[in-house]
């Protein structure tokens, strides 16, 4: 059972580049999260999507945006990448009832 | 702001001694609080605790919500070397919300 499925698994870049974070999962879940992990932080909510087609704010969403054109994968990029983003990336799902999440392995990121 | 605070944030036993870990919440709505386990890399779920649900055990480890003190404390017996982690502590309001994380409590067992 793959779950939740982050790609890549690390990647380097430099300040103003931009790049994709994919998840997906074949849980069937509907709704999907990006969180970002920084030390001292614990974990916090970018942005989430409902279903396929929508998205929403979370705490933390300036620099990113989002889309979730498939059921089963949820996008996550970065116009201009700043230092400020250098984190480890989170991808979650969660069923029709919410709240229990599964997470994917990560994405870390570095920004130069 | 919903906050979810956990103590301590580290702490370092012997194999074989018994550990609590400690979570508080002040959030607007509440629906689950949820243990997870940290390694080296995902979350893995542990635990969801509600109003219908405040006692959860599985081996050796439970877990109790205590809604009258906003609380939930994690016990692990007779530790491992496998239990070292960071166990992280959320608060769900429900539905499609996103949960909020505290910091964490990162768990090294000596041999």
């Known amino acids: 059972n793959a779950g939740v499925t982050q790609t890549p698994k690390f990647r380097v870049l430099k300040t103003g580049q931009s790049m994709t974070l994919l998840c997906a999962q074949d849980?069937?879940?509907?709704?999907m999260y990006w969180y970002r992990q920084d030390p001292g932080m614990g974990l916090r909510l970018i942005h989430y999507s409902v279903g396929e087609g929508t998205t929403a704010k979370g705490e933390v969403p300036d620099g990113y945006n989002v889309s979730r054109l498939k059921k089963q994968n949820f996008l996550l990029g970065l116009e201009s990448a700043a230092p400020s983003q250098t984190s480890v990336y989170f991808c979650a799902s969660a069923g029709g009832g919410g709240n229990i999440q599964y997470f994917g392995a990560g994405t870390r990121l570095s920004v130069l | 702001e919903d906050k979810v605070v956990q103590s301590p944030l580290s702490l370092v036993v012997h194999e074989g001694d018994t550990v609590t870990l400690n979570c508080s919440y002040e959030v607007t709505n509440f629906r689950s609080l949820l243990w997870y386990k940290q390694e080296k890399k995902a979350p893995t779920f542990l635990f969801m605790l509600t109003s219908s649900g405040i006692e959860k055990k599985s081996g050796r480890l439970s877990s109790i919500l205590d809604k009258k003190e906003l609380s939930s404390i994690l016990n692990i017996t007779a530790t491992q070397t496998g239990d070292s982690a960071i166990y992280l502590c959320?608060?769900?309001?429900?539905?499609?919300?996103?949960?909020?994380f505290g910091k964490g409590t990162h768990l090294i067992i000596q041999p």
């Open positions: 849980m069937n879940h509907e709704y």
């Open positions: 959320a608060v769900g309001g429900g539905g499609a919300d996103g949960l909020t």
